[in-house]
């Protein structure tokens, strides 16, 4: 699962009541050192990790269910109902000389770890391509240098891919009625609680703080999601628990989505975690 035939990784969400953490590693070729005609594997992994006490740490296992697609180079992307949404890569061969591109986008729901087909890349994204979460809840995909990096050094026209394309998650498909943030602190503190107030009645169920952050070579080192606990919900307010600390929130900008009882998300404002 390393270069050149690198899988992606990703922290799974971080529940309130839960000391444990996950991380899910999606994909990658079959051999240490691949070659043009290596297949890329379907098998996913879990790492759990105890920090309170390592050396009881479950440790890897593979998880229930295997992707639907075999592939490397992809890209996993938490969205903030803390399903993770995989996308671009081959089925075959090494990073800068790949075969078979894969356009099927799936998606990893962690409560059952189950994968699920949702749609298809238009077009081929492969080394160099990139996905990343926006604020409004769908997924933005660039970039590519196609199968043959050297031959596309010497032909990025025909070969560099410009065009972006972009991710709707079943959630937000059928244009459905999403809760409405009205106003959320410019920053928040650790280990405190916060309001944030809403613009419609909606009962909110869950509330997800998603680092911003940045992608290369299908690993975003800096992804995280954060579940908070709500502490009272009023029709129109939500008093909300604060990251515990800098160890389960690294400082910086972070999106903050409202979900109601159906998991629909609100469109994401950014808040400063510091």
């Known amino acids: 699962r390393t270069y050149p035939g690198m899988g992606s990784c990703v922290l799974l969400p971080l529940e309130p009541d839960s000391d444990k953490a996950k991380i899910l590693i999606v994909g990658g070729s079959m051999l ?45 992307i938490l969205l903030p109902d803390g399903t993770v949404l995989v996308t671009n890569g081959a089925a075959k061969g090494e990073a800068d000389n790949n075969q078979v591109a894969v356009r099927e986008i799936e998606l990893f729901d962690p409560s059952n770890e189950t994968w699920e087909v949702i749609g298809f890349l238009k077009r081929d994204r492969l080394y160099h391509g990139s996905a990343i979460l926006l604020p409004d809840g769908r997924v933005a995909v660039a970039g590519s240098t196609g199968h043959n990096w050297v031959r596309a050094v010497f032909n990025p026209r025909e070969h560099f891919e410009q065009n972006i394309e972009i991710i709707t998650p079943p959630k937000l498909q059928c244009n459905p009625t999403r809760p409405k943030i009205s106003n959320v602190p410019l920053s928040i503190s650790y280990n405190t609680s916060f309001d944030v107030t809403k613009s419609d009645s909606k009962k909110i169920k869950t509330v997800s703080l998603i680092k911003a952050s940045s992608t290369t070579h299908n690993n975003n080192m800096d992804q995280r999601c954060i579940v908070l606990p709500i502490k009272e919900q009023t029709k129109n307010t939500l008093k909300l628990s604060s990251p515990k600390d800098s160890t389960y929130a690294p400082p910086g900008y972070y999106m903050l989505f409202l979900l109601d009882n159906k998991k629909i998300p609100s469109i994401g404002k950014f808040v400063k975690v510091s």
Not at 45 to 73: D, L, V
């Open 32 to 76: 240490m050192s691949p070659n043009k005609n290596t297949d890329a594997t379907d098998v996913a992994e879990i790492f759990e990790f105890n920090p309170e006490a390592p050396n009881e740490s479950a440790g890897w296992r593979k998880t229930k269910h295997r992707t639907n697609i075999q592939r490397f180079m992809s890209d996993s």
